[in-house]
């Protein structure tokens, strides 16, 4: 494993090819969320060892191509975003849920998120 | 209101009356208004001439000048005050009339041309003598205004319901700043009464409600006035979005169209407003002066937008030269005649027929950038 | 200084370069570079940001009372989603399947002139009629589908007429459509269409050698001249606005499809919908022959959406209706009823298709799946079932269930999210599975390419282009955006 700076690396064997997220850093569900776009051609697995991830890719039919570096450059780019996205979700997640049932079933808002205001 | 300058006698409290020119046997809730005065004043309820008032009975008395006499006209409502103050109430000439339910209101905004008043009743009692007085035919277009209207609710919907029911072919015009809407119940109540032809014209002073509240003075503004559209929609109540553009709020003026497109989708019609620089206004002229000339892109671009989604869009109250071109279609003749004046400057405009002009009441605070339009 | 907020739920995606897009439950959209996006979700976006102002106004982050701003974007949310209160106004009835014409991409796979046991009866037509009237929708909408839906007459007549007469009672908005080639077409029936209103919708693939290239006879030959000759019949009977035309994308005129729009112009049409193929039926026999990747239908669509806003530029008032939904969508508060994409999906819930023995299914797709040995999707039958059995059975329940795109991976997250839909019988079709993989499938790359080319649009903000893209919207054509009316003013 070439394993020189902080970033994902990766190696490859054949048609597979093995990417490495640093566990303190990358969360196991950003990684499966930003591998599930490429399960239409590609068998993905994880799993985790030594403090890492390692995401496994191979194609999964005849005619589909080996993970391309570009395409590699933009798994570990969606795990950021989807990293984000978790953040997004744990900080208003609840509020949605609590948007939908007060837009098709009214409901008490002020006991539901209590009577916040930020400026008090 | 137009106001007039006279000498009262036997005036002591405040008289309220409809105008006839010429000696009248019908004279039950009448002023007569004649040149000589009269010897048999028995009956009106004031007596209005231009020379001083013959000391018979104790019928009260307003003597003015003869320009201000020929200015009056028959069906006119008037109020002359113990000072020998006369208020035109009701002007026949024109197309629209307020009533001014009251001069207390719950919220002070910046730029509000009326100065703040403690609470007070006589506003009200006048306009309720004021629609005993009027008949069907004088009203075609009524504005009830304030202060808030609305504040006094109970009596508010009472006399509403009076002036839909004599009024009932009138336009009728709502200004509010929508707060007691937000009350489910008496908006539920206002829309029973059922008006043919009423548009509730609703004051929302940006899209963030920081803001908002700053300008109306009053924290939890932004809250009510919301859910007091919202109300106002569920009773399909046609909804105008009143929106004046000080300093504080100029430099959203395209996110606050987009904002109200997006938010309340159903409002009829949208008023971008200039200021009247009276009142409050006059005292914060610091805080919330701005100059039209100066915000006439972006304004050129909310009004743009809002046109583009159908929605309908005017300019109320500021002149043709401090527009764009592609803007002035929708600029209105929004001031009233009473205080509606132009600057030395727009002598030789070529559209000084159809611009709004002036308040006078804004005096010298008028942008620098006045200029007739030659072409 | 940093302004404590609340932040509240947004999807976002990356658009461009460094920029990213955000799109919330109001379905507001915004554009936010990455540095700013990362601060904001991690709380520590400073008041001085420029977005920050934005973020408030369009309900992406909350700095002042929380339950006003919940309030708010639940409205919008529940506006959004009003389609959902018509329940089933789209009731689609398959008369026949007989076709006198046999056009390469057709999916109903259309029997010859001689299988006659697949025509609805009379009696078929009614009762399915009355099913349509159960719907609580205000709305009924019924549609004439086939084969060519000419070719059975009496059942024809016989739903409209047993529409007209339950309407008298049930007082609904009630509209007709027929979906025919024209080809077959009698002066007789044009009558009919117009005595009883009845919209036409017909098929219009591009000029000759285009159209006829697929749209062919069943015993041979093209149908360009004959669609002409009954066009002109067709309007100078029913009136214009009545008539609408809709072409199919193949590989035969997906590089010419500027002379398809120039047809349409020349015959009097005011708009087009640009479809692509669905891999069904025939066309899926055909794909080979017949199709094209979603890439270059995406570089396709994008050219001909650029000549089309060029030719209203120009002043010819002419729409096209899938970006006109979308916009819809994207820039107007309002819920757009189009069955093909929504959440939950359209079928069964929004528009239904009866077979000709009475047979109830959420889609045609679904019809089809059925004649092929799958009754998966059979909700009923008319003849047999309850309505409550059939709109309210557990056929129905499962798609609703399965086809909300907020619940089902890799679309929760989309940055698009809020302004697409499911076709879960399509994912069934290509996956076994109704949920289905629609990240990287052919219906999820169109729509994402589409939503793409909007938003370069949307982004760009040019004030002409903007202003033809509203007229579509709106209905209203340019010239008379440009002219105000005049109005008397309400003064204080």
Not at chain 2, 201 to 223: K, M, Q, R, W
Not at chain 2, 225 to 254: D, P
Request: proline share 4%; hydrophobic share 35%.
């Amino acid at each position: 494993m070439e394993d020189v700076r902080n970033g994902p690396s990766k190696k490859r064997e054949g048609d597979e090819i093995t990417v490495s997220f640093d566990s303190t850093i990358y969360e196991k569900e950003s990684l499966l969320a930003a591998a599930y776009t490429l399960t239409g051609s590609y068998t993905v697995s994880i799993c985790e060892n030594e403090g890492k991830y390692l995401v496994t890719i191979r194609p999964s039919f005849d005619g589909v191509s080996p993970l391309s570096d570009e395409k590699i450059g933009h798994l570990i780019n969606d795990t950021l975003d989807e990293q984000l996205r978790l953040h997004l979700e744990r900080r208003s997640g609840q509020l949605r849920d609590i948007i939908v049932q007060h837009a098709f079933s009214p409901i008490n808002i002020y006991e539901a998120v209590g009577n916040k205001d930020i400026r008090q | 209101m137009k106001t007039i300058k006279g000498i009262a006698t036997n005036t002591s409290e405040v008289i309220i009356g409809k105008v006839v020119i010429g000696w009248s046997l019908n004279r039950s809730g009448k002023v007569l208004v004649s040149q000589k005065g009269t010897s048999l004043p028995f009956g009106y309820r004031s007596v209005i001439s231009t020379v001083a008032g013959r000391a018979a009975g104790n019928t009260p008395r307003l003597q003015i000048s003869e320009s201000d006499r020929s200015s009056l006209h028959d069906g006119d409502c008037i109020s002359i005050s113990p000072n020998g103050t006369l208020s035109v109430l009701w002007d026949t000439t024109v197309e629209t009339n307020s009533l001014f339910l009251t001069e207390t209101c719950d919220c002070s905004c910046v730029m509000c041309p009326q100065s703040p008043q403690g609470k007070d009743e006589e506003n009200f009692l006048i306009s309720e003598e004021l629609v005993e007085l009027l008949s069907p035919s004088q009203v075609k277009t009524i504005c009830i205004t304030g202060g808030e209207p609305t504040l006094f609710s109970i009596r508010f919907l009472d006399l509403m319901k009076k002036i839909q029911k004599k009024f009932s072919k009138a336009h009728v015009l709502l200004l509010t700043n929508g707060k007691t809407f937000a009350n489910f119940e008496f908006a539920r109540e206002f829309a029973g009464i059922g008006f043919r032809d009423l548009t509730v014209c609703v004051s929302l002073h940006s899209d963030l409600e920081e803001t908002n509240d700053l300008i109306a003075g009053v924290p939890g503004s932004f809250y009510k006035t919301v859910q007091g559209l919202y109300n106002l929609a569920r009773f399909r109540q046609r909804v105008e979005i009143r929106h004046v553009v000080s300093r504080l709020n100029a430099n959203r003026l395209e996110q606050f169209a987009h904002f109200v497109y997006r938010n309340f989708p159903f409002a009829y019609h949208i008023a971008l407003m200039g200021m009247e620089m009276s009142g409050m206004a006059s005292d914060n002229r610091d805080q919330v002066w701005t100059d039209p000339y100066d915000y006439r892109g972006s304004l050129a671009q909310a009004v743009k937008f809002l046109h583009r989604t159908a929605l309908h869009v005017s300019i109320y109250n500021i002149p043709l030269c401090l527009l764009f071109e592609e803007s002035r279609p929708f600029a209105r003749q929004s001031i009233s005649e009473w205080k509606n004046v132009f600057n030395s400057r727009c002598h030789d405009c070529r559209v000084k027929e159809v611009c709004c002009g002036f308040f006078e009441t804004s005096g010298q605070m008028v942008s620098s950038h006045v200029s007739p339009i030659l072409t | 200084m940093t302004e404590a907020y609340t932040l509240l739920p947004f999807q976002f995606g990356r658009f461009a370069c460094d920029e990213y897009l955000a799109v919330n439950e109001s379905g507001e959209y915004l554009f936010i570079d990455r540095i700013s996006l990362e601060k904001l979700i991690h709380g520590d976006l400073p008041r001085e940001n420029p977005h920050f102002d934005d973020l408030r106004s369009k309900q992406f982050i909350a700095t002042g009372n929380l339950a006003l701003a919940i309030d708010m974007i639940a409205t919008r949310y529940r506006t959004r989603k009003r389609f959902l209160s018509e329940f089933t106004s789209l009731h689609m009835l398959v008369v026949t399947l007989r076709c006198n014409q046999d056009c390469t991409y057709c999916q109903v796979s259309a029997e010859n002139d001689e299988a006659e046991q697949f025509d609805m009866t009379p009696a078929s037509a009614e009762k399915s009629v009355e099913m349509a009237f159960r719907s609580p929708s205000p709305n009924i909408k019924i549609e004439f589908q086939g084969g060519e839906p000419t070719l059975n007459w009496p059942a024809l007549t016989s739903a409209v007429l047993k529409a007209e007469e339950l309407n008298r009672t049930a007082g609904k908005n009630l509209d007709f459509v027929i979906c025919t080639n024209l080809t077959n077409m009698t002066r007789d029936m044009l009558e009919f269409f117009r005595d009883h209103k009845v919209g036409i919708s017909t098929s219009l693939d591009g000029p000759p050698h285009l159209h006829d290239e697929c749209r062919v006879l069943r015993k041979g030959g093209g149908t360009y001249e004959t669609f002409c000759k009954r066009l002109q019949e067709v309007r100078a009977v029913c009136g214009p606005e009545n008539v609408s035309a809709l072409m199919t994308t193949t590989s035969a005129n997906i590089d010419s499809l500027p002379e398809v729009v120039d047809e349409y112009v020349r015959q009097g049409f005011n708009g087009i919908f640009i479809r692509s193929l669905n891999p069904y039926g025939l066309a899926s026999e055909n794909a080979e022959d017949l199709g094209y990747s979603m890439e270059h239908f995406a570089k396709s669509y994008e050219k001909i959406l650029d000549y089309i806003i060029d030719l209203n530029l120009q002043g010819t008032y002419f729409a096209e209706f899938f970006a006109t939904i979308l916009l819809s969508r994207i820039l107007t508060p309002f819920s757009t009823g189009f069955v093909d994409l929504q959440s939950p999906a359209g079928a069964g819930i929004s528009g239904v298709i009866y077979d000709f023995n009475g047979d109830v299914y959420p889609a045609d797709e679904a019809r089809m799946l059925a004649r092929m040995g799958d009754q998966r999707f059979l909700m009923g039958n008319v003849f047999t079932d309850s309505y409550e059995k059939i709109f309210g059975g557990s056929v129905l329940q499962e798609i609703v269930a399965k086809s909300c795109v907020e619940t089902m991976p890799g679309c929760a997250s989309c940055v698009y999210r809020a302004y697409c839909g499911s076709d879960p019988i399509r994912n069934y079709l290509e996956t076994g599975d109704i949920v289905g993989r629609r990240s990287g499938s052919g219906f999820c790359s169109k729509n994402k390419s589409v939503m793409e080319i909007l938003f370069r649009k949307i982004k760009e903000n040019d004030n002409r282009v903007m202003d033809v893209l509203w007229s579509w919207i709106t209905g209203r054509r340019l010239a008379c955006q440009l002219k105000v009316e005049e109005r008397c003013c309400e003064n204080h």
